[in-house]
């Protein structure tokens, strides 16, 4: 690839010159000729005549080849086929590698006809935002600005012949002139109802599409004009615009699950970035000297409907709506607006706690920027904190990526993941997540089965994020992050990952298979010193998140009854928290079971019931599920297990569960016979009484109880006020 560089101001009065001195030499031919005449010809001018209309015609050819090699590289530039150099000033068009350097080879090589089209239709978008058009008209246009907003050359030209400010008045003003008043009865009707919505859209991948195509500085400096924009005194409509545009998606599946998810475009990172600071800042000239969050209290100031164009419903005013949403399609973009780099050379270290957490109260607050409640906020949380999750985005290649590098990329995810779950579930009323949202959240806490049960304790000291260190086999330490989450926000999120079945038992599986190998590890510990520390955290561990689990289900049972929400989907349905919140051991031992009968969510007395129902049945089955892992453990004797039968009254089911020698029978069993009625009474029984009967350690006859409640009163406080949400000291 050739690039032919050139000052386009220069050659364009060399252009103008050559073609003006060719008008000038035409002019003074057709002068002498016709004083010639005038004279009755008195010498021949025909082969001076013919002559000078040869030279001129070269001249106006040598002009228009000119032309058009100028017009390639305007229309190169304008395209971002090639950029402005460093000067400022001088721009070039390409030809491609074998091919001559001729005009034409030029005009065809550099989007030219594209080019011309988008400034053409910029040209139309302006004429029909100020004088309106005929509805076919606009449809034309339309299809036309959509067919060409995927492709880089016609973005960057549209984008050229626009101004930032333009750009977001043009939905407003051409959703007001496809408005027309009936004459009759004085009421305002559409030509084309979606015309804003579908130019919005349009216009939403024309700049995602440029901007993927700029360098840092362009794609920065534009953000800023566009925040500018909406800034700007009496241009109300603009952010709303801004949002719409922001708010044009792809489909991707980002969690693998079959099913593609709405996120966002891509856009250059840089422009993404700079858009989010600078509308996290947002401050409107309309109000002089207030804070830039001030907007939040003012926003019924900020308002006049009586001009408004653009339909509130299809158009946020939340200054970060949009942003928001295309961070989802742009996770890189996202973390590092989040969770921001420190500058300097090299990998940067993770910060200090006190930042840490300064960093997870703030992105806690920019969730709380927006209701929970409105369409797709939820969702786009929920999707950034499952992509910083996965890092599927992040090449962990030593050769691309070094160690201390992923170690910060580790720190930042789970810091940006902290901020995200803690202030979803932040609500001081149990809140109310969509399905697709109860999914995703599910997926997130799943990948972290240590820091859900870490976060059913009372208090949580290590702060929003923990780390823990490791020595590699080369002497050296790394540190891997994983997020914490407070009483409150687990025990929403919880809640609400309870009313999906798929949900629940992804999250109870991964729960319990975490804590079937922290009790494995802690019965192998014990063996080898005698130490029963190890055994007893693990079982008050695993009683204490079972209980936080069925708190947490009990809790948003009351809160819905409390709000009586009546249209709610999730009314009149049996909490699914049971069929896998609270498994039996093991990591294919889930199992439904099904006592309580649903009721209307309004009635807040059978709400109360309900949950003092599934707190009884959530205490028997973990009973029920620390006994089975007691028996498999090997941690008893022959003794100790006739000991506990024959404690237990010799009920009859007893032999279910251990036979005459004193054998566990529940070692070889499928989950099918572990949820046998005769078993699950066995185990109950068995479990009351099983201890080492020669020195009586390991009893956790009473644990089971103690850690179960104490982890149910930390999701569903008997005070009746919302769960802790303050980090421990």
């Given at each position: ?169 043009l939905p407003a003003d051409i959703h007001g002139k ?73 489909d991707v599946d980002v969690d693998e699950d079959g ?259 922290v009790f494995d590890d802690a019965v192998a510990t ?204």
């Amino acid at each position: 690839m050739a690039y032919v560089f050139l000052d386009p101001d220069a050659l364009q009065t060399l252009i103008d010159g050559l073609k003006g001195y060719a008008t000038t030499a035409i002019t003074n031919r057709d002068d002498a000729v016709n004083v010639n005449t005038y004279e009755d010809s008195p010498t021949s001018l025909t082969d001076f005549s013919d002559i000078v209309g040869l030279h001129c015609a070269s001249l106006e050819d040598e002009a228009a080849d000119l032309q058009n090699r100028l017009d390639a590289a305007r229309a190169a530039n304008e395209s971002g086929l090639t950029s402005t150099g460093a000067d400022g000033r001088t721009i070039s068009y390409v030809i491609p590698e074998g091919m001559e350097d001729t005009a034409e080879n030029a005009t065809a090589s550099n989007n030219v006809d594209t080019v011309n089209q988008a400034r053409e239709d910029a040209a139309s978008l302006s004429d029909y935002a100020k004088g309106g058009c005929d509805p076919d008209d606009w449809d034309t246009l339309l299809a036309r600005v959509q067919a060409g907003q995927d492709d880089p050359a016609y973005a960057n030209a549209l984008l050229a012949n626009i101004d930032p400010g333009r750009l977001l008045d043009l939905p407003a003003d051409i959703h007001g002139k496809m408005t027309a008043r009936d004459a009759k009865d004085q009421t305002d009707w559409s030509l084309r109802p979606d015309a804003a919505r579908d130019l919005t859209n349009a216009l939403g991948h024309v700049l995602a599409t440029a901007s993927y195509t700029w360098p840092d500085d362009q794609a920065a400096d534009y953000a800023n004009k566009l925040a500018d924009a909406t800034e700007e005194k009496g241009k109300s409509e603009r952010l709303k615009a801004l949002n719409g545009m922001l708010m044009a998606s792809q489909d991707v599946d980002v969690d693998e699950d079959g099913t593609a998810e709405s996120v966002g475009l891509d856009y250059s990172d840089s422009m993404l970035t700079t858009l989010a600071q600078r509308m996290e800042n947002y401050s409107p000239q309309k109000w002089d000297n207030t804070s830039p969050r001030d907007w939040w209290h003012r926003l019924g100031d900020f308002h006049d409907d009586s001009h408004l164009l653009l339909p509130k419903e299809l158009y946020s005013d939340n200054p970060i709506a949009g942003v928001v949403h295309a961070m989802t399609g742009n996770p890189q973009a996202a973390q590092n607006w989040l969770v921001a780099r420190p500058d300097g050379q090299g990998a940067p270290d993770p910060a200090s706690p006190d930042q840490t957490e300064e960093t997870v109260q703030r992105v806690q607050d920019l969730v709380g920027w927006g209701s929970l409640k409105e369409k797709g906020w939820a969702t786009d949380w929920a999707t950034m904190a499952y992509e910083f999750d996965s890092q599927g985005w992040v090449s962990s290649d030593p050769a691309v990526m070094s160690q201390e590098e992923r170690s910060y990329q580790d720190y930042a995810s789970a810091t940006a993941v902290s901020g995200i779950l803690n202030g979803v579930g932040g609500g001081e009323k149990p809140v109310t997540l969509p399905d697709g949202v109860r999914n995703l959240v599910s997926e997130t806490l799943a990948n972290h089965p240590d820091s859900v049960v870490d976060s059913t304790e009372q208090a949580t000291p290590k702060g929003p994020v923990d780390s823990v260190e490791t020595e590699a086999d080369d002497g050296t330490t790394t540190y891997d992050y994983r997020p914490l989450f407070t009483n409150r926000a687990l025990s929403n999120l919880v809640g609400q990952i309870s009313y999906n079945e798929t949900a629940s038992s992804r999250l109870g599986e991964s729960v319990t298979d975490y804590n079937q190998k922290v009790f494995d590890d802690a019965v192998a510990t014990y063996e080898d010193s005698g130490n029963p520390k190890s055994v007893n955290a693990a079982v008050k561990a695993q009683c204490r998140t079972n209980g936080f689990f069925a708190g947490a289900a009990g809790y948003q049972e009351v809160g819905s009854a409390e709000k009586a929400d009546k249209v709610s989907k999730d009314r009149n349905k049996t909490a699914s928290f049971l069929a896998g919140l609270i498994p039996t051991v093991g990591p294919e031992a889930s199992y439904i079971v099904n006592v309580a009968q649903p009721f209307n969510e309004d009635q807040e007395s059978s709400a109360n019931s309900r949950a003092h129902n599934m707190k009884d049945v959530a205490l028997k089955q973990n009973y029920e599920q620390l006994t089975a892992s007691l028996l498999n453990s090997g941690l008893y004797d022959s003794d100790d297990l006739l000991g506990a039968v024959r404690d237990s009254g010799k009920d009859r089911q007893t032999d279910r569960v251990v036979d005459e020698a004193g054998n566990p029978l529940t070692v070889d069993m499928d989950p099918s016979e572990i949820g046998d009625t005769g078993v699950k009474r066995g185990l109950d029984q068995v479990g009351g009484y099983l201890y080492h009967r020669a020195d009586g350690t390991l009893d956790y006859t009473d644990t089971r109880q103690s850690s179960f409640n104490e982890g149910y009163e930390m999701a569903k406080p008997s005070s009746g006020e919302a769960p802790g949400h303050a980090w421990g000291g």
